[in-house]
């Protein structure tokens, strides 16, 4: 066992943490796909903080963060270097800006984004939680990759973060949204049917 899971192990064992629940909730489907895609923003004007959380990955990751699209240039976290809870800070963002998450993995040159569509091989590499902390990580949102090319083993443990002045958003699924435009077109239409014949 290595030693960041040692010593979450301990942290946990000893009671440190809030309660059972301050554990991050792991992918629970591992070897299937999470069909679950996310979108990330800024919760308000502030920095953005990463805490290592874990990883069970062979390949060598760091983490890097992109604002609105663009780089910020900074990278870091190594899942074969990072011990529980160290903290890279992104620097600050404005509220509602989009943030993108990307896994670079040192060994092959793959770059993983939280973003499904900006993935070379159209896979989602993330799974995603809520966090609520322990002594070691504030509370926060869970984000855990998966490191290989078409999605590996899907356990989505690879490297695993909690980022705060984060907020996560299920992305409503692509065919539901004609629907509900069309529905409210449709209440629209039975508002004004109503008006002129009042």
């Given at each position: 066992m290595k030693l960041k899971s040692l010593f979450a192990a301990l942290v946990i064992s000893l009671g440190v943490a809030s309660s059972a629940s301050a554990i991050p909730t792991a992918y629970g489907?591992?070897?299937?796909?999470?069909?679950?895609?996310?979108?990330?923003?800024?919760?308000?004007?502030?920095?953005?903080?990463?805490?290592?959380?874990?990883?069970?990955a062979g390949y060598t990751n760091t983490l890097s963060l992109l604002v609105n699209g663009v780089d910020t240039g900074i990278s870091g976290l190594n899942n074969h270097t990072s011990v529980y809870g160290q903290m890279l800070n992104f620097g600050t963002v404005n509220a509602g800006d989009s943030l993108v998450f990307r896994l670079n993995v040192l060994n092959n040159g793959d770059t993983w984004f939280s973003q499904k569509s900006l993935n070379s091989d159209g896979v989602n590499h993330i799974y995603s939680s809520s966090y609520a902390g322990d002594i070691a990580i504030p509370a926060g949102v869970y984000v855990a990759f998966e490191d290989l090319r078409n999605g590996g083993d899907y356990n989505y443990h690879d490297e695993n973060f909690v980022f705060t002045n984060v907020s996560n958003a299920q992305a409503i699924p692509l065919p539901a949204t004609p629907l509900l435009f069309g529905?409210?077109?449709?209440?629209?239409?039975?508002?004004?049917k109503r008006r002129q014949q009042g």
């Open positions: 489907a591992s070897g299937t796909p999470n069909p679950t895609l996310y979108s990330f923003v800024a919760t308000t004007t502030g920095d953005v903080l990463a805490y290592f959380a874990d990883s069970t529905l409210g077109l449709g209440v629209l239409a039975l508002f004004g």
